[in-house]
């Protein structure tokens, strides 16, 4: 059933592996991430961002996930189920989520400056537990889009800083930037370079000062080369297109971080599949032929993860 993310995180952490995010816009997105997670015994975070609000309609969006909640109990295996704001930007939005029902939000109040970010937080987090809601804060920046906002470069967590924000925000997971980034143009490569390594050294020095405290990465897809290579192939254009290698995930899922956001892979996935049914059936303008292969897709990519790059397979 839905719960906040308290305890699945506790467990994670204590059992070296990350719980997926997934963010859902629509249907197709939705029923893959329940029957997958399902079907993989994995406890899974429904993430609402700003743009699926502004595309999908909150109250839709909200509705869809307890219908979600209610067909995963109808398969047959009570998976935990966390519903939560993605980037909330302001403490009214947070609100209207916690009174509709979300059981779980985030702050990002990253852009900030740290005594804004830590004051904004604190208020969040106030009204947040009073509704046995939990929080996520994020310090650092990540490159790349979140929302609406644009950064042109990332600046890493300051390891110094987690422990005080912690303490005086009383956030129950923390969100830092060690190299991830939004997107599916994550790092700019020259010829021949490869994709830089995330800065693991920055995350153990933040576990340092708090031991055993839930870490969240952001900006985490894998941008995997197969889809992209088939959207070029069926028309499309991702020239330059790179993400996270999935062994510095799994690295990372057995460390404190224990939830790992990832929305671009699911995007690419659909998108390679819808472009290549079209493709080879000209005629077909049914959508639910195209969109029932882009879920087909979908499904076997979020088992692939929960199986073998966070671990959480298994854990439900
Ligand atoms: O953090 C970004 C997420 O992938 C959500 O993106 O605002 O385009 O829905 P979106
Ligand atoms: P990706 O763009 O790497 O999938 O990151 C998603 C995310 O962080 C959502 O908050
Ligand atoms: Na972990
Ligand atoms: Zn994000």
Redesign the pocket.
């Known amino acids: 059933g839905l719960v906040n993310s308290r305890e699945i995180f506790r467990k994670a952490v204590d059992g070296g592996y990350a719980i997926p995010a997934y963010?859902f816009n629509n249907l197709e997105q939705l029923q893959a991430i329940i029957t997958a997670c399902v079907e993989t015994r994995s406890p899974v975070i429904l993430?609402i961002?700003k743009g699926a609000r502004n595309y999908a309609n909150e109250t839709m969006l909200r509705y869809m996930a307890t219908g979600a909640v209610q067909m995963a109990k109808e398969m047959g295996v009570e998976i935990p189920i966390v519903l939560h704001l993605?980037?909330g930007d302001s403490f009214e939005l947070c609100q209207s989520c916690i009174e509709s029902g979300f059981s779980s939000v985030m702050i990002d109040g990253s852009h900030l400056s740290y005594a804004d970010n830590v004051a904004l937080t604190r208020q969040v987090v106030d009204y947040a537990h009073a509704h046995d809601v939990t929080v996520e804060g994020e310090l650092g920046v990540l490159a790349g889009i979140e929302d609406e906002v644009v950064a042109e470069k990332s600046t890493y967590t300051q390891p110094d800083e987690v422990e005080d924000f912690v303490k005086k925000t009383g956030v129950d997971s923390l969100a830092i930037s060690i190299g991830t980034s939004?997107?599916a143009y994550k790092f700019k490569l020259k010829e021949g370079e490869s994709v830089p390594p995330l800065r693991f050294d920055i995350l153990a020095e933040c576990q340092k000062r708090i031991p055993g405290f839930p870490i969240v990465l952001?900006?985490?897809?894998s941008v995997l080369p197969e889809y992209v290579a088939l959207i070029n192939q069926y028309g499309g254009k991702m020239d330059g297109a790179v993400?996270v290698p999935e062994d510095q995930l799994r690295k990372a899922a057995a460390s404190a971080v224990c939830k790992i956001?990832?929305?671009?892979?699911g995007r690419l996935a659909v998108t390679a599949k819808v472009r290549e049914y079209l493709q080879n059936n000209p005629s077909e303008f049914d959508p639910r032929k195209y969109l029932g292969a882009a879920r087909t897709e979908l499904i076997r990519l979020i088992k692939h993860k929960n199986e073998t790059v966070l671990g959480s397979a298994g854990k439900a």
């Open positions: 963010n993430q961002s993605d980037h939004h997107g952001h900006g985490a897809s993400g956001n990832i929305d671009s892979d």
